[in-house]
């Protein structure tokens, strides 16, 4: 099976979001034979000798930026300053009448400050000096006439400018209030404008600041020095004791850093002749960290591949101010859709930027792993919901928990298993043998067909619809359960067969969807596990967990769950390839919204004519689509009875419970017996024999002859 590549399609603007596709590779083409064109010889300009070969050649760089490649970029970014622009506007006018207020006490300042400016003006002490100079003189020489004289002729001119200044001071105050008084109100808006914005500019500080903050401080500041000293401190950059820190090596920043979004970006290669690769960046992700002052959540971190302008060396880095997984919930897109395609991609998450991440599932078998609690089921059911939109998908389920998360599925699934049994484990063990025999027949009908019809031997659209075969989506949950209660040989035959499905079925359109908790070798073997080519992990205890999900080694590539917290409820790190991998925040899809996708995916199987197996005979959906209501304990215990025609007592209560546990979690025999009888039950028996065993029991016929025989009729029974 062919590797799969991630391909990130990220649009410059903020308001269109970047998708995450895995697609497979395509087949290695064969080598071309070379070939040779004639014509004329045609001379090269970099040959060498030419003086002219460094002028001509032209350069690889854009001539525009990349905002304004393409008319839907420039388009998004000027909605985006549009939007900005707005969003100021808003923010400073809920605040002009604080900004009013402001504008008045700086102007007050500014007027005490001209004031004091002025006033030796106002008073003449320009003059103050010379007949300070002649009065101490007059003091020492009386006697002296002349300078008394000179005195008298000083003070008479200092008081002449004194009573002049004061007076066209107070005259152009006059004239400027009388004219304010008398002048239309616009106009003395507009005076008054004038006036107090000169002294509230003159009133203001070096730390005064008229306006508030529209933008939160920075919590993370970035620069070239600091990065290169974060890597120094990393091992990754020689550090050379003694040297002087012009001379010391450091990364060629090819971009930034810069503010991007609510975060820095920076593009930087490793120095040559460090024996340092991206690789080794990536993991000392935790060192670079702490060096830089943030949690390793906030940074993340990839290699800039050559097919996007990279080398070995060169690393692509973004560090938020923040936590950027925690927030506000992404509702599901699929929660509105009325349908989809399981042929296109799947909306399954955010990154950290905000960007949409998408995962086409056709072709690719999944696995899901974490601690309980973090939101795998969660995510794992995104998957299978998207297939709930489209009626041409036939779903096989299994939880080995049997709780509720599943139950929606009795709506729609062909075969649906709940629990982990003695019944429960061999219908699972009934379902992988369909499953195989559904391969075998689907590669069989694929193999006769011509190749106008099929070329590459695989299911295509057209033949789903017109042979009829339906893409077959097998979703199994908590697979360790399973394993652990099977027999070592049964065991062991249904991981090979599981192995054979995820391998194989993906050509005949098969999806292998599972998901477990710490998947050791006892719970979930490296050999089915290694197959797997989607993986998924939300928050793990230690890095070989993380790795026992996603895969050997790739903690060290950066893709370590083991980094999430307690509050990364639905966050995980999703691997789609050898060396390609993100951390989503997957989209939110609560109990309520996926049965509302089952109801919805009956009928659209309804319509289509494809609602068959388990899902047909349901009582529950049946009577749903008659309109007609069938109680609740009757509908509940008829589900923990799926696989077994007669239950004891003690283990019909201990699936209720599991299967609600605020419904049934005080429920005993005498309760049990008498919500039944109130519902219309009539035991025929209240004993019954399982394995040579007579215990306290019920019979499911006997459930079921309380069901009304309309319903029964439409399921078949």
């Not at 043998?433 to 070329?455: G, I, K, N």
């Not at 027999?487 to 192995?499: A, P």
Request: aromatic share 6%.
């Amino acid at each position: 099976m062919s590797e799969n590549v991630v391909h990130l399609h990220k649009n410059t603007a903020p308001a269109q979001p970047a998708v995450l596709t895995v697609v497979p590779d395509p087949a290695p083409a064969a080598p071309a034979a070379p070939t040779v064109v004639a014509g004329p010889a045609v001379e090269a300009v970099d040959l060498p000798g030419n003086p002219l070969a460094d002028w001509l050649t032209s350069p690889e760089a854009p001539v525009l930026p990349v905002w304004a490649r393409s008319r839907a970029s420039v388009i998004a970014n000027v909605r985006a300053f549009g939007r900005l622009t707005w969003w100021h506007t808003r923010y400073h006018s809920f605040r002009t009448p604080k900004y009013l207020v402001k504008t008045v006490l700086l102007a007050a300042r500014g007027f005490f400050r001209a004031a004091a400016g002025l006033w030796p003006t106002l008073s003449a002490q320009d003059h103050s000096a010379v007949v300070k100079a002649l009065r101490a003189q007059s003091k020492a020489r009386p006697e002296d006439v002349e300078l008394a004289a000179r005195l008298q002729i000083a003070h008479g001119i200092r008081t002449r400018a004194r009573r002049w200044r004061f007076g066209a001071a107070a005259a152009a105050v006059a004239a400027a209030a009388l004219g304010i008084a008398l002048a239309p109100p616009l106009l003395q808006a507009g005076i008054g404008a004038a006036v107090v914005t000169p002294l509230a500019y003159l009133g203001r500080g070096k730390e005064t600041r008229l306006l508030d903050q529209a933008a939160p401080p920075l919590k993370v500041d970035m620069s070239a020095q600091q990065l290169n000293e974060a890597l120094r401190a990393a091992g990754l950059l020689k550090s050379g004791s003694g040297k002087d820190e012009k001379d010391l090596p450091k990364v060629l920043c090819t971009m930034g850093p810069v503010r991007d979004g609510r975060g820095w970006a920076v593009i930087f290669d490793l120095p040559r002749g460090g024996g340092k690769t991206a690789s080794d960046v990536l993991a000392k992700r935790e060192v670079i960290a702490q060096e830089l002052g943030v949690d390793e959540i906030q940074v993340i971190m990839s290699r800039v591949r050559a097919a996007k302008g990279g080398n070995a060396g060169r690393v692509s880095m973004w560090v938020a101010d923040d936590d950027p997984y925690l927030g506000p919930l992404n509702p599901s897109p699929l929660e509105k859709a009325e349908k989809f395609s399981i042929w296109d991609a799947v909306p399954f998450g955010q990154d950290a930027r905000g960007n949409r991440v998408a995962v086409p599932v056709m072709w690719q078998s999944m696995f899901f792993g974490g601690l309980p609690r973090r939101g795998k089921t969660f995510s794992q059911r995104l998957l299978t919901a998207a297939g709930l939109l489209d009626a041409y998908v036939r779903h096989y389920v299994a939880d080995g928990k049997g709780g509720a998360d599943w139950m929606p599925m009795k709506a729609v699934a062909h075969r649906l298993v709940m629990g982990a049994e003695d019944a429960a484990i061999e219908a699972l063990k009934a379902m992988v043998q369909e499953l195989l025999a559904e391969m075998e027949r689907r590669f069989a009908l694929l193999r006769d067909l011509p190749t106008s019809v099929c070329p590459e031997g695989k299911l295509t659209p057209d033949i789903m619809v017109k042979y009829n075969l339906p893409v077959i989506f097998v979703t199994i949950d908590e697979l360790q359960e399973y394993f652990t209660a099977m027999e070592r040989e049964d065991r062991e035959q249904v991981i090979n067969d599981l192995c054979r499905v995820a391998r194989r079925g993906p050509a005949a359109g098969f999806i292998s969807n599972f998901a477990s908790q710490r998947p050791d070798a006892e719970s979930v073997p490296a050999k089915l596990r290694e197959i797997i080519t989607i993986r998924y992990s939300t928050q793990v205890v230690d890095r070989t967990s993380s790795d026992m999900v996603l895969g050997k080694g790739k903690a060290a590539q950066g893709a370590d769950a083991s980094v999430l917290s307690e509050d990364h409820k639905g966050v995980g790190v999703l691997v789609t390839g050898p060396a390609s991998f993100v951390t989503v925040r997957a989209d939110y899809l609560d109990g309520t919204g996926f049965a509302a996708l089952c109801r919805k995916g009956r009928a659209l199987r309804e319509a289509a004519g494809q609602l068959t197996g388990d899902a047909a005979g349901d009582v529950t959906a049946a009577a749903d689509a008659a309109g007609l209501t069938v109680p609740a304990v009757i509908s509940d215990v008829l589900e923990v009875m799926r696989h077994a025609p007669r239950m004891f007592t003690t283990d019909l209560l201990a699936g209720l419970v599991n299967l609600d546990e605020d419904v049934y979690g005080d429920f005993n025999a005498e309760r049990l017996a008498s919500e039944l009888e109130s519902a219309g039950v009539k035991r025929t028996s209240k004993q019954v024999k399982i394995s040579g065993a007579n215990a306290a029991g019920y019979q499911r016929r006997d459930i079921e002859a309380a069901v009304p025989a309309e319903i029964l009729l439409s399921t078949g029974r």
